[in-house]
């Protein structure tokens, strides 16, 4: 399944074609790991980060998009990353909720946001109808839409394989309080539908040539914030990555924007989950490895080259709150 950098927004046949391509995708096991050729044409990758965002313009998401769309024309990302929940509290009752319009479609209209978004799921949108953001039908009202369990983007310079966390973690079956959950494709096969994704993570990310590897995924590996670790992801997914060499585990869950340093690999922990509702006041600015950390909104950027790595966040005022840039021979905080 391919998509290019440059012609997909513009174009509505390649769109049709992409939609028909996804839904022949979705048909097959759903724990998959889909890969996406989305090739950048330039010697370096540049996007954008964000997560936690859905609210209909409500608790900044609007003020935060707005500086999205200005740091991106400056940036001119190949494409946006969204670590879930993207539709608060519920997710989408289906296909032709409104909320899509005026959550997304309506809030990111800066013409730099206008790139291909690949989507992840969040816990909130598996609280609703999970297939419907899955479904092409989205992708055919907002072209710049792509909602996936599992996949894998390969941009040439980076590989980047997104991750479905949410049914990793056993309180959302075990303990669902007044919250109901869409698990569709996902019971009552829970345990094959976890092996197959980590068995399949973990050939994907040792058959990678490439010299970046990033993962995504909504829920925290690592985090200061109320969430804290995820201690599911630690057991499951931290042994597959760290053995892996990847570089780079981007999350959101906790509402806020923070880098943790690995002090046993070269693994790096961020969370960009500043989207809309933020400031929880419930953190540990003691945990171990903690190198920033900002209780508020923001959304960060991501530069990388063959040999460097340069991310950075911003607040809601478009504002840098911290930079940090890495290299395959030394990672360094500016």
């Known amino acids: 399944m391919a998509a ?3 012609s997909f927004i513009n174009n509505k046949r390649s769109m049709a074609l992409w939609a028909i391509t996804l839904a022949l995708c979705l048909v097959s ?3 998959e790991l889909h890969r996406i050729n989305h090739l950048v044409n330039s ?4 996007f ?3 997560g936690d965002w859905g609210r209909k313009g409500l608790y900044n998401q609007t003020e935060v998009a707005v500086q999205m769309g200005k740091i991106g024309e400056e940036l001119d990302p190949a494409f946006i990353i969204s670590t879930g929940d993207n539709f608060y509290e519920n997710g989408l009752t289906g296909v032709d909720d409104p909320a899509f319009e005026e959550s997304f479609s309506n809030i990111y209209t800066a013409k730099s946001l206008q790139k291909l978004w690949f989507n992840v799921l969040g816990n909130h949108d598996y609280r609703g109808d999970v297939e419907a953001q899955l479904s092409p039908v989205l992708s055919m009202k907002d072209q710049k839409w792509l909602c996936m369990r599992s996949f ?3 941009t040439g310079i980076a590989e980047i394989f997104f991750v479905d966390t949410t049914p990793f973690v056993d309180k959302y079956f075990t303990h669902p309080g007044d919250d109901t959950y869409d698990w569709r494709g996902v019971v009552p096969t829970r345990k094959k539908y976890q092996s197959n994704l980590l068995k399949d993570l973990d050939s994907a990310l040792k058959d ?4 970046w590897k990033i993962v995504v995924g909504h829920h925290t590996l690592r985090s200061a914030g109320s969430h804290g670790d995820t201690k599911e992801l630690v057991k499951d997914f931290l042994p597959i990555l760290k053995g892996n060499d990847v570089d780079l585990y981007i999350n959101g869950h906790d509402h806020l924007v923070q880098h943790i340093t690995s002090l046993d690999s070269k693994l790096q922990y961020f969370t960009s989950g500043g989207g809309s509702k933020a400031w929880r006041g419930e953190y540990d600015l003691s945990k171990e490895g903690l190198k920033f950390f900002y209780d508020g909104q923001g959304f960060m950027t991501v530069k990388i080259t063959e040999t460097d790595a340069d991310l950075v966040f911003y607040d809601v ?3 840098v709150l911290y930079k940090w840039s890495m290299s395959k021979e030394t990672y360094t905080a500016i």
């Open 4 to 6: 290019s950098s440059g």
């Open 29 to 31: 096991t759903l724990a």
């Open 43 to 46: 010697d370096s990758l540049k």
């Open 48 to 50: 954008l980060v964000i």
């Open 152 to 154: 894998i983007v390969n």
């Open 208 to 211: 990678s040539t490439s010299k």
């Open 317 to 319: 005022f478009g504002k």
